[in-house]
């Protein structure tokens, strides 16, 4: 077919061109031809190589948890054994489950004897935050009366007092999570409002400010544990 197509070619040449050029035209297209046909055979020799490769090497193999491995075991006695073993598999399921719930609770029960353990070593601290509870008490009792001014004397006019700054030293000490710290943080913040209400002789922004500071200081006791060793609370 090739050669037919060759035979032929010189109808398509304009007479402008001579035969003699169209025939080393053609000699030249079929040199080119030659060379584009070796080209395409190496590329498809190298396809079917990387292809060949691709297909031959191991798929890579998947990183399996414990819960994982113990779910393909199941699924594979699924396959074996049909809808008999449906109470086994429940079994180990839940077996799985209430092992991971005992390491949770081993790790939340060496927290709490860790968390008691600094408690049980911080005797001053706890006399702070005790101090902490009567200034509370007399300071609502006085803004509940309406005198501010005895509630300004117990407060001590700023943050800068030394029962604020005691305060302050246990919370930093027995402080660990987050919650903790941001009920100091709230603690302080209201602190502050207060003083500064209470200051500007303002009954109703005390009030406030006294329940956010007194709610705060409570909650941050019974995320430390510290609830039930504090009298007043």
């Not at 199941?74 to 209430?98: F, K, M, Q």
Request: charged share 20%; with cysteine; hydrophobic share 35%.
């Amino acid at each position: 077919m090739a050669t037919a197509f060759l035979s032929t070619a010189n109808s398509f040449f304009p007479s402008s061109i001579s035969p003699s050029t169209s025939s080393s035209c053609l000699s030249s297209s079929s040199s080119s031809l030659g060379t584009a046909l070796v080209y395409l055979n190496n590329q498809n020799v190298q396809r079917r190589t990387l292809c060949k490769a691709f297909n031959e090497s191991p798929p890579p193999t998947p990183a399996l948890t414990k819960r994982g491995f113990s779910l393909c075991f199941i699924t594979s006695l699924v396959l074996a054994a049909g809808n008999g073993c449906s109470n086994a598999i429940a079994a180990i399921l839940e077996a799985d489950d209430d092992e991971e719930l005992l390491e949770k609770v081993k790790k939340d029960r060496k927290k709490r004897l860790e968390r008691q353990g600094v408690i049980s070593s911080s005797g001053q601290e706890k006399g702070y935050l005790q101090d902490v509870v009567y200034k509370l008490s007399e300071i609502g009792q006085a803004i509940d009366n309406n005198d501010l001014s005895t509630a300004s004397s117990v407060l001590g006019g700023s943050t800068d007092t030394e029962w604020v700054k005691n305060a302050n030293v246990a919370f930093n000490k027995l402080s660990s999570s987050p919650e903790e710290k941001t009920q100091v943080e709230t603690f302080n913040s209201s602190l502050a409002s207060l003083i500064s209400s209470v200051t500007k002789n303002d009954v109703e922004s005390s009030k406030v400010a006294f329940v956010t500071s007194a709610t705060a200081f409570e909650k941050w006791t019974t995320l430390t544990g510290l609830v039930g060793q504090l009298k007043g609370l």
